[in-house]
């Protein structure tokens, strides 16, 4: 499979579990995830300035992709062991996002823990 049909399959899927908090995500899936929506980012910053909108293009392409990053990032945490709640590090700047960054690459816990199987 190569990059482009990863990221399609991760987009896919994050939009198919729009709001899902539950079960696992692994690593690969979720960084396809973030690949997609940083690139989605850096399209919606340029057609923004294209338009000469102040950032109209950008807000609403953040907002339609908050649900589904947020839950991508739930269910990632879920992977390791931890928490969803553990997102709120992201309210402690810098510290906060490195300390999320560092346990988003962490490799998932094999087998079974109290979020469900491993993912596939």
């Known amino acids: 499979m190569d990059w482009r049909a ?66 991508y990032a739930a269910r990632r945490l879920h992977d390791i062991g931890k928490s969803g709640w553990y997102l709120l590090a992201v309210l402690i700047p810098v510290i906060g996002w490195i300390y999320l960054i560092y346990l988003y690459a962490q490799p998932g816990m094999p087998g079974t823990n109290e979020w469900g199987p491993a993912p596939v």
Not at 52 to 67: D, E, I, K, Y
């Open 6 to 71: 990863e990221i399609e399959a991760a987009v896919r899927h994050g939009f198919d579990n729009y709001v899902n908090f539950e079960g696992r995500e692994p690593r690969q899936r979720f960084w396809m995830w973030v690949i997609f929506a940083v690139g989605v980012g850096i399209v919606a910053s340029i057609v923004d300035r294209i338009l000469g909108t102040p950032n109209l293009v950008g807000s609403l392409t953040s907002l339609a992709l908050l649900l589904p990053g947020l839950g």
